[in-house]
């Protein structure tokens, strides 16, 4: 049987019920405060540039 990369990188797994669940936890991130530049760029993104804005949310750069 082939090893998922998830068991390969030394991930763990809890079990629930009949279900065995990963264990992922997500980076904390920071609270910063934007300023009506950064407003208005991430106004921009989510009107004009779903995709690049989508990306950058999931990533975390936004």
């Known amino acids: 049987m ?3 990369s998830f068991k390969l990188n030394n ?6 019920g009949d279900y065995r669940i990963p ?3 997500l980076p904390a991130e920071a609270n910063k ?3 009506i530049w950064g ?6 993104l ?4 779903r995709v690049q804005f989508n ?3 999931m990533n975390g750069t936004l």
């Open 11 to 16: 991930g763990t797994y809890r079990t629930v």
């Open 23 to 25: 264990n992922i936890t």
């Open 46 to 49: 989510m009107r004009h540039k």
């Open 2 to 4: 082939n090893k998922s």
């Open 55 to 57: 990306i950058m949310l």
């Open 33 to 35: 405060p934007l300023g």
């Open 39 to 44: 407003l208005k760029r991430k106004d921009y």
